[in-house]
């Protein structure tokens, strides 16, 4: 039997809405929310989404459920001024700073301040500010403009399954922050930037480059060379009024080259090698019967995931770089011969991973990087509107050749499946199209005949989804061959370099638009395509080649324990920490054991003696946990030895000793 | 003294131990942490990673556990752990005052809690239940009742001569 309930008067029938918020939407209104999004747990915490039922008073739509016969008030006086006074407290710890925010076009705090009517904030400026965190590539956090929503929280858990931010301390010096306050660079953070896609101000946004990039075009020794990934060509226009998915190629190539830039390429060029040299590689270990499933690698979120939680899978990773940085090594090698200026590479992507990647130093040639700025497709549509280009009126351009001809393989990598399905091609399965591996699923299955073998795929995105299914992998006897994974929900195309926020609507329609420009396109298959043929007769010999394995491929490490070199897990061999500290380093254990043994008074033994021979400069002294050395309590460690039963008397020979 | 050629590598079979008795469920955190916290006298930073990596729960959540509870320390504690009560009794009894007081006797700086050679460790809490003596503060498990800046000056004097320091005017 269908329910009903009455919103605002007028009856609404619902049915399988989840919350009650849900239900007023489809009623056609638009109730404010900070914390609210479909894709995320349920948090209830910004209390704007408050409405009032005529039996139950007032409560909040996101964390009710949608009851028959509710009578349900969105605007009563009542809710008016709550709503207006829990903005008012918002606004009064936030920076009001709001002119130079990068964050200021597309800011939800402002927006809703706007659509609720506040206009003033009766309270006084916090004094003090927390220091800002800059350490990462990619993101960049102020704690200063969070306003505890927690949205970036639960994406980083639930959706991405990384968990490096989470909430810490409490009331009134409740903050978002990493594990020990310690910067995103020296955290696992893996650069995905889903964090800053969801964050309602401008605690957490992307590392912006504008500068470096205008710079570079102002300067007549360089060469300023353009690639576009596929998933800006879909998403690019949407800042312009174009629909999501409706390709602005020509237009975005028109406006870089208005903006300065010397030569716009196509970053599915060098997609159709990564599918050339990725299907060789697969098919070689298919063959010679190397390791498998073999991981796609065209993620650098995924990639740095793997290098953090599965270093065992390593080997498994297909060691193609991908497609920005065989793009990098074309233009820094092969376009370096055409030209007397320094070749100036500028990514634009839809991802905040890419300024990670692009600074790994496996990716450098002679010290430089080469690529030398990503550019997020949000920071391209500010440079555009920085160069007062008005898009909409733009005449189509198209790409410089040689790296400016695609096939559409190269175009459908920006969405989830679009990789393998381009490999597949490649492999000559008998098929184009492969529609078993499109759309929004989390984990999609399919199984494809090959001269006889019968290949099992999996395609994954959101890294909460392949952390799931790789702790199953590890567990199961099942085969997989081929395993791509995306680290953001949709692929590319829902990177965070785009224009936000993600909502799962729109990234269906990118992705559509991904599909509709292969279906336009002479050529699909990537081997087809003329251009890279040449490259390997001119240049690369052949796939997999020595020379094509020098410019195309690359390495990985692992990188888990950075941080915690003194770590060590059941039977693994232990890194030594780099000696390059020449001070000495006292530790005094203070664990319970060394304590009942007078450590303490050892300590302040040491303390004094250190005072007394002022060797501060020279000895630091700490308190430290236990050294697990019970038996010979109280003990110390003094560098890397430990010592156990100490006494006070041994404190000056220790310290002569030195 | 007795010298030990171990390298300073630390196995983490007492965290283990205490992991293992509870399970690494994260609804046993708390327990788990408090035990931890028994055992070692504080929190410290390379134990929480390693629960965290041993549980599968993220380091940040279970820093945002250690750092919620102020119960839990993440910096070790000094030999005399002073506790002064600021509860609503003590409070208007000037317990604000004794604080002041102690942070003068024991030269602390505003946000510093422990002195730096770890003699002393200072601490407000938010009732210690003896309303009728207040202001009341607790050294170690000893509860001095009804303090005043002055007798709070002589307590400390007299832990320090104990411990064989200088006594400071």
Known sequence: MAKSMYINGQSISFDQEKNLLEVIRKAGIELPTFCYYSELSIYGACRMCLVEEEKRGIMAACSDIPRDGYRIWTHTPALQTQRKRTMELLLANHPRECTVCSRNADCKLREISHKLGVTQIRFGELAGSAPVDSSSASIIRDPNKCILCGDCVRMCEEVQGVGVIGFAYRGSEATVTTAFNKPLAEVDCIDCGQCAAVCPTGALHVKEQMDQVWAAIHDPGKLVVAQIAPAVKVAFGEAFGMQPGEAATGKIIAALKKIGFDQVYDTSFAADLTVIEESFEFSRRLEQGEKLPLFTTCCPSWVKYAELHYPQLLDHLSTCRSPQQMFGALAKSYLRQQTEKDIYVVSIMPCTAKKFEAGRPEFSSEGQPQVDVVLTTQELIKMVETAGIAFGELEEDIFDMPFGFSTGSGNIFGVTGGVTEAVLRNLAVDQVFFKQLRGAAGVKEAQVEKDGHLLKIAVIHGLGNAKTFLDQLGQSDEKYHLVEIMACPGGCIGGAGQPCPPAMKIREKRGKGLYALDRGMQLNLAKDNPIAARMYQLWLKEPGSEEAHRHLHTSYHSRKRIQLAEMTFGDEAPETPPQTDRQAEISVCVGTCCYTKGSYDLFQTFYHAIAERKLEKRVSLQATFCLENCQGSPCIKIGDKIMGQVSQADVADLLSDL | ?169
Request: net charge negative; with cysteine; proline share 5%.
């Open chain 2, 1 to 169: 003294m007795q010298q030990t050629a171990q390298q300073s590598l630390r196995r983490f079979a007492k965290v283990n131990e205490i992991i293992h008795k509870h399970g690494p469920v994260p609804a046993h955190l708390i327990s788990i942490l408090q035990d931890i916290q028994e055992e070692y006298r504080y929190l410290p930073e390379e134990i929480l990673a390693y629960v965290a990596t041993a549980m599968d729960i993220s380091p940040a959540k279970v820093f945002g556990v250690a750092t919620f509870y102020d119960y839990f320390s993440l910096v070790p504690k000094g030999k005399y752990l002073i506790k002064v009560c600021d509860g609503t009794a003590c409070h208007v009894r000037k317990s604000q005052e004794i604080i002041e007081a102690i942070r003068r006797a024991l030269s602390l700086s505003p946000h510093e809690e422990s002195t730096q050679d770890l003699m002393f460790t200072l601490e407000t809490v938010s009732c210690l239940g003896a309303c009728g003596l207040a202001p009341v503060m607790l050294v170690n498990d000893r509860v001095h009742p009804k303090v005043t800046p002055a007798k709070v000056r002589e307590i400390v004097n007299e832990i320090r001569l104990k411990e064989g320091g200088l006594i400071e005017e």
